[in-house]
Every structure is written in C-alpha cells, then in structure tokens.
C-alpha cells in the first residue's frame, strides 16, 4: 500500500492548504479525497503536486511505502 500521510505533513509545514491545491493549482477535489483515503491517483497528479512544492522534494516527501500483508506472509 501507498500511503499519503505524509503530503498533508509536507504541504502543511510549508504553508500550503488543500484550499489552494484546489483553487489556485488545479488539483480536484476528488484527487484530494483520494490521497486523502490513499487511493490510487495518477503520477500526473504526483508530479504537479511535487511542482507545486517546488525543487528539492521528491515523492519519499509525499508518500511512503508499506508492504501489504498478504504479500508478506508469502514470502
């Protein structure tokens, strides 16, 4: 699983709101509500997104991965 925690961390420290993600950068609500639920979003969608933040930050700055369980007890 991908988790998007860490955006709203990242987007908060650096005084961006979800207001102006969606008002001022294009980004839909419903794309919002996906990464909030950590749902499945485009690499379009990670890619304005890290625009947005700007150079130095990359997608380990927006998301983390977590093993899914399943995979995991079959190994």
Do not use: C, W
């Not at 908060?12 to 839909?28: D, P, V």
């Not at 969608?45 to 997608?59: A, P, Q, S």
């Not at 700055?61 to 899914?68: L, R, Y």
């Amino acid at each position: 699983m991908i988790k998007f925690d860490k955006l709203f961390t990242t987007l908060k420290e650096n005084g961006i709101s979800q207001y102006k993600l969606y008002a001022y950068h294009g980004i839909s609500r419903s794309q919002i509500q996906r990464l909030k639920n950590n749902q499945s979003v485009t690499t379009h969608t990670l890619n304005v997104l890290l625009n947005i933040l700007g150079e130095g930050f990359t997608l380990n700055d927006i998301s983390e991965f977590i093993p899914d369980k399943k995979q995991e007890d079959e190994k």
